[in-house]
């Protein structure tokens, strides 16, 4: 039978001692009607504003944890057929987290010290009620406390997990606008640039003018750089990973790369299987950032790079000579490359290891499980 007792009666229940203070509500797992009274008692004397309700069987106290609204639990160690544990387990396999005092007569040093390690809250005496109060308080801060920590892990988790979905949004976002430009500068700059060489070179046949033909002539070299301007700037925004593979658009890179720099730049080992366009694009952007990064930070004279599809996963290790970077070179605040990569790792199911020393070089190291966990999609976010 569980009872609820009046707050303002004097014995069983508790008077608030303040007006707009949240009364406490306090559910006691008892049987024996006089060690409930005592308990009352204890709290009456207290600063604790609470009202207290009994629970006799454990029916009863089940119900009244799952009607809700109580704020702690005081529960008795031996009950008529069940023990205050017994309770406190129902608890914990129902995820209920309440603070949870076990207030009995003597029960053993033994049996306390294993009521805490099951993770009760505390144990009085009921001899020394007067403690009551105080470790009740104890253990409504300490639960207090400890669901405030939880909450603000949450809120953290649940913020980290929208960054982490706001960043995959702006890469494909940034990828999809790249493959529009691409598409644009292809169609319509492109095209234009190619009549305009047909119709030079036609010029160029129709006129005897020596003069006329020097001018033709000069503006089809321009011509010609101007396409191949435009090519090399599409090549940039939508790589040639689309139409050639993984491989081809890797040793374009590395050749490109190395022209441009004059780092040697080494790119090793083969692919036997055909991969998901997404896989393909994480690791052609893995590269990219890598070898912009060789540029910029590492003073190297040598990058190597390494492919292979072996055992189910798509590896693909970039590493240089250069000076390597220390713990505090990688968490900037402001670096959000090697983020950015990790991200896109993730986003088709891989990691991404970087081995860095200082004057060690530099290691990335992208993974991806080729078990169909990043699946193939016929259009391609670039
Ligand atoms: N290959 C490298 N060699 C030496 N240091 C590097 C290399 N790559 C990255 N770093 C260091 O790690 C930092 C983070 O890199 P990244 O996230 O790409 O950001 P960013 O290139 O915008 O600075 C760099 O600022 C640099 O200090
Ligand atoms: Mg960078």
Same mark, same amino acid.
């Given at each position: 039978m569980a009872q609820n007792i009046a707050p303002l009666q004097p014995i069983f229940g508790v008077a608030p001692t303040g007006a707009g203070l949240t009364v406490l509500h306090i559910l006691?797992?008892?049987?024996?009607?006089?060690?409930?009274?005592?308990?009352?008692?204890?709290?009456?004397?207290?600063?604790?504003?609470?009202?207290?309700?009994?629970?006799?069987? #454990?029916?009863?106290?089940?119900?009244?944890?799952?009607?809700?609204?109580?704020?702690?639990?005081?529960?008795d160690y031996h009950l008529a057929g069940f023990s205050g544990m017994d309770a406190w387990?129902?608890?914990?396999?129902?995820?209920?987290?309440?603070?949870?005092?076990?207030?009995?007569?003597?029960?053993?040093?033994?049996?306390?010290?294993?009521?805490?390690?099951?993770?009760?809250?505390?144990?009085v005496d009921k001899h020394r009620l007067a403690r009551l109060? /105080?470790?009740?308080?104890?253990?409504?801060?300490?639960?207090?406390?400890?669901?405030?920590?939880?909450?603000?892990?949450?809120?953290?988790a649940e913020s980290r997990q929208r960054l982490v979905e706001l960043t995959e949004h702006l890469q494909s976002s940034i990828d999809r606008e790249r493959a529009d430009i691409a598409r644009e500068i292809h169609d319509d700059i492109g095209g234009s640039l190619a009549a305009v060489k047909l119709d030079l070179t036609w010029l160029a046949?129709?006129?005897?003018?020596?003069?006329?033909?020097?001018?033709?002539?000069? /503006?089809?070299q321009m011509a010609e750089t101007a396409l191949g301007a435009s090519q090399r700037i599409m090549r940039n925004l939508r790589p040639a990973v689309l139409d050639q593979g993984l491989m081809a658009a890797l040793q374009w890179l590395a050749r490109t790369f190395a022209e441009r720099t004059e780092i040697?730049?080494?790119?090793?080992?083969?692919?036997?299987?055909?991969?998901?366009?997404?896989?393909?694009?994480?690791?052609?952007?893995?590269?990219?950032?890598?070898?912009?990064?060789?540029?910029?930070?590492?003073?190297?004279?040598?990058?190597?790079?390494?492919?292979?599809?072996?055992?189910?996963?798509?590896?693909?290790?970039?590493?240089?000579?250069g000076r390597g970077a220390g713990p505090d070179d990688l968490a900037k605040l402001q670096s959000f490359g090697l983020l950015g990569?990790?991200?896109?790792?993730?986003?088709?199911?891989?990691? #991404?290891?970087?081995?860095?020393?200082?004057?060690?070089?530099?290691?990335?190291?992208l993974s991806v499980p080729l078990d169909g966990s990043a699946t193939p999609e016929t259009e391609m976010a670039e």
């Open positions: 006691h797992l008892e049987d024996n009607l006089a060690d409930h009274e005592l308990v009352a008692r204890a709290l009456a004397r207290s600063d604790l504003a609470c009202d207290l309700q009994l629970a006799d069987t #454990l029916d009863d106290f089940q119900d009244a944890v799952r009607a809700g609204g109580v704020d702690a639990v005081l529960a387990e129902w608890m914990r396999a129902e995820g209920v987290d309440l603070p949870f005092v076990l207030v009995s007569g003597a029960i053993g040093e033994a049996t306390v010290a294993d009521a805490m390690v099951r993770g009760v809250s505390d144990y109060p /105080a470790v009740l308080q104890r253990a409504l801060d300490f639960a207090a406390n400890r669901r405030a920590r939880a909450e603000a892990q949450q809120a953290l046949r129709h006129t005897s003018d020596a003069e006329a033909g020097r001018h033709i002539a000069s /503006a089809l040697d730049v080494r790119l090793h080992g083969r692919l036997s299987v055909p991969l998901p366009p997404r896989v393909e694009m994480a690791a052609y952007r893995t590269a990219q950032e890598a070898l912009t990064n060789v540029l910029k930070h590492a003073k190297a004279t040598q990058v190597r790079l390494e492919v292979s599809d072996l055992e189910g996963y798509l590896t693909l290790e970039i590493s240089d000579n990569l990790k991200e896109r790792a993730q986003s088709v199911g891989g990691w #991404l290891d970087v081995v860095a020393a200082a004057g060690q070089g530099m290691t990335l190291i």
